[in-house]
T-cell receptor, first 113, second 115 residues
């Protein structure tokens, strides 16, 4: 069965610092992987997705993620954090024939001035 | 372009009351889903539908019911509300699995409190 584990429920960085949010997955088939972002009191929106093409995936707002099969990881990075990046981030893996996604528990990112 | 629309955005219920959360999408998506989000727990799938007239249980279906009479609408009914159903509910949709890569399109959520 597919699953994802997000390491760290809360990450705090200074403005301008590197953002690294960790996600490890478990999947019995080649996975599709996603990062979603949720701003306060809003729904989830797609940041980026891996669909078995390039292993380095670029998304919106300067975020990118690298698929590493040997490490079963799909970590999200951004070189320089901005105050507007403060949000909750969810990693997800494709779950099966019904098309639903399996979500991690989320990582809340805080950005200090 | 509306996308996925959920109503109401906020609701307070008393224990034992019933209500329906509405969800509509205008993207002609076959697949629709209801998730609940609880703090620190991520999103859990309640029910899903692969097309009009077809629904199935997800991970946490107890206390809920759904129907899918049209492609556009996928209401979620809570019968005999309990405090454990206090949560934020998200409706989502997607094209059929074979024609997409699994991306879901989410509504803005319905925040429900049961007192």
């Amino acid at each position: 069965a597919q699953s994802v584990t997000q390491l760290g429920s809360h990450v705090s960085v200074s403005e301008g610092a590197l953002v690294l949010l960790r996600c490890n997955y478990s999947s019995s088939v080649p996975p599709y992987l996603f990062w979603y972002v949720q701003y306060p009191n809003q729904g989830l929106q797609l940041l980026l997705k891996y669909t078995s093409a390039a292993t380095l995936v670029k998304g919106i707002n300067g975020f990118e993620a690298e698929f590493k099969k040997s490490e079963t990881s799909f970590h999200l990075t951004k070189p320089s954090a901005h105050m507007s990046d403060a949000a909750e981030y969810f990693c997800a893996v494709s779950g099966g024939s019904q098309g639903n996604l399996i979500f991690g528990k989320g990582t809340k990112l805080s950005v200090k001035p | 372009n509306a996308g996925v629309t959920q109503t109401p955005k906020f609701r307070i219920l008393k224990i034992g009351q019933s209500m329906t959360l509405q969800c509509a999408q205008d993207m002609n998506h076959n697949y629709m889903y209801w998730y609940r989000q609880d703090p620190g727990m991520g999103l859990k799938l309640i029910y899903y539908s692969v097309g009009a007239g077809i629904t199935d249980k997800g991970e946490v279906p107890n206390g809920y019911n759904v129907s899918r009479s049209t492609t556009e609408d996928f209401p979620l009914r809570l019968e005999l509300a309990a405090p454990s159903q206090t949560s934020v509910y998200f409706c989502a949709s997607s094209p059929p699995w074979g024609r997409n890569t699994g991306e879901l399109f989410f509504g803005e959520g319905s925040r429900l409190t049961v007192l």
